[in-house]
DNA sequence: AAATAGTTGTTAGTTTTCCTAACATGATGT
DNA sequence: ACATCATGTTAGGAAAACTAACAACTATTT
């Protein structure tokens, strides 16, 4: 029974996941338009929020909380869905692309320093 | 994070709990006004169910379909609340509803089984 | 057959919640 | 000082949920 909630059904309207995240609507829907979360849409265009995007959402907060910008959030969240270690992947992405998330990888590592000097340790977010 | 988590927790809206239960919200105002359920509130009056909730409505169609009545069903539900021994129960029940009430107490264990499987795709209901 | 009771549908009118879009504001970085 | 970022605030409108009443269908009772 509890095995058929997937994290990520769209199940929570706005007010709860206000209240879940502590974040404001107006905070909400700025992260969506700075696509850093997804959220569903009722055929009514509401918003339904899953477990999944309450995660991402408490993780954005956690990060602005500790200085890191949505910029470099957006890069957080882009390494955490396509680590680029493996050499298979480096066969399928074009040289221009690779050339292009290199260089964004140095940026990242840049803004991690920087924020982990000012404000503290950023490992707990990476794998 | 996880742990914060509580099937007691009202977090669902109407319009879900409708999907997750394939009843209208006529059906579960009812079930509310009978007692069988009791949602939470919003300070505006609105309904917010628990995962709680969608089981005892889940419980509450299954019965429905195998014939028991409203007043059955408080029955059931009062004996899961304070289990009693069967001689007490027979002093409060007749014996035609004590019958109708084992054998759909049967129906119920078959049925916890499949609960798992019953829900439905809620993927239509989004974008 | 008619009446009754139980369950759900439907409708109307209202309230609450959510939406987008725009402009305002305080903080931060250049 | 000025620009950018993140959020607040407001206005107007649309969607979702509410209550209450009445209708309808079913099954049971008289």
Chains 1, 2 share one sequence.
Do not use: C
């Not at 959220?39 to 959402?57: N, V």
Request: charge should be positive; glycine fraction near 4%; avoid cysteine.
């Amino acid at each position: 029974m509890e095995k058929e909630w997937r994290r990520s059904m769209p199940l929570l309207s706005m007010n709860i996941v206000m209240q879940l995240t502590g974040l404001t609507a107006r905070q909400i829907r700025y992260y969506e338009e700075q696509e850093l979360v997804h959220p569903a849409r009722t055929e009514g265009k509401q918003r339904m929020f899953s477990l999944d995007d309450i995660d991402i959402l408490l993780e954005i907060k956690d990060l602005l909380k500790t200085g890191v910008n949505i910029a470099g959030i957006k890069q957080i969240f882009e390494m955490k869905n396509s680590p680029i270690t493996s050499k298979e992947v480096r066969q399928v992405i074009s040289d221009r692309e690779l050339r292009a998330i290199v260089k964004e990888e140095m940026h990242l590592a840049q803004r991690q320093q920087r924020a982990s000097l000012r404000q503290g340790d950023l490992s707990r977010f990476f794998r």
